[in-house]
C-alpha cells in the first residue's frame, strides 16, 4: 500500500548547528504534509505543515521543502538546540481540507540528538 | 484550556478483559482520532470521527470500536483484549482554520496486555 517513510532513522548534530530530516513518500495523490516532533512519553506536536501546490514553508526555525517530482520532503532546522532532541515523523493526507484531513499516514520516524 | 485530555495514562489488562479509553477535547474541534503507536513506528489509524455522530476505520481497526459521545468526547474501546493491542494510544483532534491548520494531540495512553 501506500507508504511514507524516512531516509534515515537516527540523526545526531551539535548545538548551533542546522539539521536537516528527510521523508520520501510514494502517494503521488498526496497533498498534503506535516511534520511533527515527539518528546519522550509526550503526544506527537505540529511543527509545520506544506500543500502540495508550495516548494517551501517557512516558521520560527524551521522550514519544509517539498520536491513533487521525486516525492521527497525535507524538514530544515536552524540553529539546533538541545531541546530539539526529539524524534520527528512526517505524515501526509491524501485528502486536504476535505473530511478526511486528519486521517494521517505516518513514516517510521528520525531521532534527532542535539549534543551541547 | 487543557486541549485533548486521555485517560486512564496507563492500564495493565490480561488477555480477553475489555476497556474503554477515554478522550475529550476542549477546543471545539470537529474532528477526532485515535491512533496506536508500536515501539520504533509512527503512529497508524485505527478510527476517526469526521464530525459529531460519524466514525469511520482507518487502518488497523480490527479489534476495536469506537462512540463519538458528543463533540467533545470520542471513546475507544477493546472488547477482548489481546497482547497484540500492547501499545501506546492517542487521541487527537482537529479542525482546518481561517488561519491554517489545526491539530493537537493528547498526552497518550500505555496499555499492556499479559
Known amino acids: 500500500g501506500e507508504s511514507v517513510g524516512l531516509h534515515l532513522p537516527t540523526l545526531s548534530v551539535q548545538e548551533g548547528d542546522n539539521s536537516i530530516i528527510n521523508c520520501a513518500y510514494s502517494n503521488s495523490a498526496s497533498d498534503y504534509f506535516i511534520w511533527y516532533k515527539q518528546e519522550s512519553g509526550k503526544g506527537p506536536q505540529f511543527i509545520i505543515d506544506i500543500r502540495s501546490n508550495m516548494d517551501k514553508r517557512q516558521g520560527q526555525r524551521v522550514t519544509v521543502l517539498l520536491n513533487k517530482t521525486v516525492k521527497h520532503l525535507s524538514l530544515q532546522i536552524a540553529a539546533t538546540q538541545p531541546g530539539d532532541s526529539a524524534v520527528y515523523f512526517c505524515?501526509?493526507?491524501?485528502?486536504?481540507?476535505?473530511?478526511?484531513?486528519?486521517?494521517?499516514?505516518f513514516g517510521q520516524g528520525t531521532i534527532l540528538t542535539v549534543h551541547p | 484550556n487543557a486541549g485533548v485530555t486521555q485517560t486512564p495514562k496507563f492500564q495493565v489488562l490480561k488477555t480477553g478483559q475489555s476497556m474503554t479509553l477515554q478522550c475529550a477535547q476542549d477546543?471545539?474541534?470537529?474532528?477526532m482520532y485515535w491512533y496506536r503507536q508500536d515501539p520504533g513506528m509512527g503512529l497508524r489509524l485505527i478510527y476517526y470521527s469526521a464530525s459529531e455522530g460519524t466514525t469511520d476505520k482507518g487502518e488497523v481497526p480490527n479489534g476495536y470500536n469506537v462512540s463519538r459521545l458528543n463533540k467533545r468526547e470520542f471513546s475507544l474501546r477493546l472488547e477482548s483484549a489481546a497482547p497484540s493491542q500492547t501499545s501506546v494510544y492517542f487521541c487527537a483532534s482537529s479542525e482546518w482554520r481561517p488561519g491554517g491548520y489545526e491539530q493537537y494531540f493528547g498526552p497518550g495512553t500505555r496499555l499492556t496486555v499479559t
Open positions: 505524515a501526509e493526507n491524501g485528502n486536504a481540507g476535505g473530511t478526511s484531513y486528519g486521517k494521517l499516514t
Open positions: 477546543m471545539n474541534h470537529n474532528s
